[in-house]
């Protein structure tokens, strides 16, 4: 597959009956923690193959760090901390690649398995689907908090269990109750994400903002102005192609901030949409909800109501 629709890894077929889906990415820290930091890099680099259907079964690490700067231990914390998540998500981790750098970076390059005709791709999406999200918005905001020193302990442990929390679950569910679509979000925002998936479909979406799984820390973060600067490219990138009906410009700041191994955001049968949500909070996926449809074909547009 090409990446004329911005799906979120590469397939390739081996076979009729088999496929491999290769993804890599890496980021900067957003907690303290550098255990932490490496699980969530890991659950952040699993996170594609999920999107797209697959199982995620090998792994290398790609590490970028200066050894003046930066204590071995650290660096051993971190990708410890990458390995429990492999371990969690039945990954090998079979090596990996370090460079030199100055600005420390950790991420994996994954490959995983899927069937080819169970590929979710980011441009199936029908006209009656209900959209549904799997993690809450805010993370951008509670980790540019924690940065600036503004964000409590109790807002830094919640906002670290998601990152950290798997997309494998909530992927079986997705497959199980057969997706149209799925992508998931993460620097773009959930409106720049859920754009993409409109573009790559010719639809037109409807996100209802009262349904939207927020972290209320997120607004106090807002509120103070601990603001990451990929927020304001987000809402400058979606303004053309989006109508707001209700929600106020703190919300759509909300819906454009830039996540971090953030949740799946799935179009589903309307008729599953239910159940659908019922089985990924049985899987774990508490924070599941649909928050929005789509209403009709289109060149991709979306409204955000209240």
Not at 171 to 196: F, K, N, P, Q
């Amino acid at each position: 597959m090409g990446g004329n629709t911005l799906d979120d890894a590469a397939v390739f077929r081996l076979r009729p009956d088999e496929a491999i889906v290769s993804t890599v990415d890496l980021f900067t820290p957003v907690v303290d923690d550098p255990r932490a930091y490496g699980r969530i890099a890991a659950a952040n680099s699993l996170s594609d193959v999920y999107a797209m259907g697959g199982k995620p079964i090998l792994a290398l690490n790609i590490t970028c760090f200066s050894p003046e700067a930066i204590p071995k231990a650290v660096v051993h914390e971190i990708l410890l901390g990458g390995e429990e998540k492999a371990r969690e998500a039945g990954v090998v981790i079979g090596g990996g690649h370090s460079i030199k750098d100055k600005e420390l970076k950790y991420g994996m390059c994954v490959t995983g398995i899927v069937r080819p005709d169970g590929v979710v791709r980011n441009s199936g999406a029908h006209v009656g689907d209900a959209i549904i999200l799997t993690k809450p918005l805010g993370i951008g905001l509670m980790t540019t908090g924690l940065k600036f020193g503004l964000l409590g302990k109790a807002g830094v442990r919640k906002v670290t269990r998601v990152m950290e929390e798997l997309n494998a679950r909530a992927a079986v569910v997705m497959v199980r109750v057969g997706a149209t679509a799925c992508t998931d979000i993460s620097g773009y925002g959930l409106l720049g994400h859920a754009l993409e998936m409109a573009k790559a479909g010719k639809v037109e979406m409807e996100i209802d903002f009262d349904s939207v799984p927020v972290m209320s820390e997120a607004y106090d973060m807002l509120r103070a102005e601990a603001v990451a600067g990929g927020l304001w490219t987000n809402k400058q990138y979606v303004a053309p192609s989006i109508s707001v009906e209700g929600a106020t410009d703190e919300e759509i700041n909300v819906l454009c901030d830039p996540q971090t191994s953030g949740g799946l955001l799935m179009a589903v049968p309307s008729p599953s949409a239910e159940k659908a949500v019922r089985m990924l909070h049985k899987a774990g996926a508490g924070y599941s909800s649909v928050v929005g449809k789509v209403f009709a074909k289109g060149e991709g547009r979306i409204i955000v109501k209240r």
